[in-house]
């Protein structure tokens, strides 16, 4: 099992940017394929980006695709997701996640380990 922490949510304005990161400790981050998975209220939950254990092979989903990137360094066991042009609609909670295999995937049930989930607000 891996722990993750996240840092860098908050609120900005629309066409704003926001870098989240997740600080993962324990388990064996180097070999596990991670994830940012968003919520809104109300809403199920959205993989919005994959990253592969090496960083080699990344996914995003349609809605964010030319506005968010995914990246990690694994000497420093870290995830981030850069945002750009952010949008009302991007408004929610953001959880990175962690998938126990090496190969990136958007499928949400295949996340096993999760951090706390913060905010972020995009007001317009």
């Known amino acids: 099992q891996v722990q993750l922490v996240e840092s860098g949510g908050g609120l900005v304005q629309a066409g704003g940017s926001l870098r989240l990161a997740c600080a993962a400790s324990?388990?064996?981050?180097?070999?596990?394929?991670m994830g940012w998975i968003r919520q809104a209220p109300g809403m199920e939950r959205e993989c919005v980006a994959g990253?592969?254990?090496?960083?080699?092979?990344?996914y995003y989903a349609d809605s964010v695709k030319g506005r968010f990137t995914i990246a990690r360094d694994n000497a420093k066991n870290m995830v981030y997701l850069q945002m750009t042009s952010l949008k009302p609609e991007d408004t929610a909670a953001y959880y990175c996640?962690?998938?126990?295999?090496?190969?990136?995937?958007?499928?949400?049930?295949?996340?096993?380990?999760w951090g706390q989930g913060p905010q972020v607000t995009v007001s317009s």
């Open positions: 324990g388990g064996a981050f180097s070999r596990y394929a």
């Open positions: 990253i592969s254990w090496k960083g080699a092979t990344t």
């Open positions: 996640a962690a998938d126990r295999y090496p190969y990136a995937t958007m499928l949400v049930r295949e996340y096993e380990d």
